[in-house]
């Protein structure tokens, strides 16, 4: 218990040593605020997907980022709820202006009062107006176990450096 411990402890300091910054985004799916769709989900639908990045320090092609996410769905069949935790690799030295970041969470899903574990994996690309502040698209493919199946969603929004 006592080497378990020291290592928690190490791996702590070793990570908040090597802070960089963080950030926040918020993204809206696509096909949910512009159309409608055959499962009885009226545009717009509100479909909203929230993260918050610790992004580590810059290494030669870019930087490693974990983060927590939350989804929320107003769908016709009833509210949908994922959250998530991940990682993944930021891409930032082939141009000044173009950021992307594939990655990988799992979490759950909270529908009809049941919960069931998720995967998904991300691909963003994101916009860079300045230092602070991003456009992002989102692509997304997720494991829906409350449906039982894979499905690949488009997410647009915003990014926030802190």
Same mark, same amino acid.
């Given at each position: 218990m006592k &080497?378990?411990?020291i290592i928690i402890a190490l791996m702590f300091?070793?990570?908040t040593q090597a802070q960089d910054t963080w950030a926040i985004s918020v993204t809206q799916d696509l %096909?949910? *605020?512009?159309?409608?769709?055959?499962? =009885?989900?009226? *545009?717009?639908? /509100?479909?909203?997907?929230? &993260?918050i990045e610790y992004q580590t320090k810059q290494f030669k092609s870019g930087y490693? @980022? @974990?983060y927590p996410q939350a989804e929320f769905a107003d769908l016709s069949g009833g509210y949908y &709820? %994922?959250? =998530? /935790? =991940? @990682? =993944?690799y930021t891409f930032n030295t082939f141009s000044d202006l173009i950021d992307l970041s594939p990655s990988f969470n799992c979490g759950f899903i909270n529908r009809w009062n049941n919960n069931s574990i998720s995967a998904e994996f991300? /691909?963003?690309? *994101?916009? &860079?107006?300045?230092?602070k502040f991003s456009l992002v698209l989102l692509s997304t493919w997720t494991e829906r176990t409350d449906i039982d199946r894979w499905r690949i969603s488009g997410f647009a929004g915003v990014k926030y450096k802190l």
């Open positions: &080497k378990l411990i300091t070793v990570v %096909r949910l *605020a512009f159309t409608d769709d055959d499962h =009885g989900n009226t *545009a717009p639908t /509100l479909d909203v997907l929230a &993260k490693v @980022f @974990f &709820k %994922r959250y =998530g /935790l =991940g @990682f =993944g991300q /691909l963003e690309g *994101a916009l &860079k107006l300045s230092d």
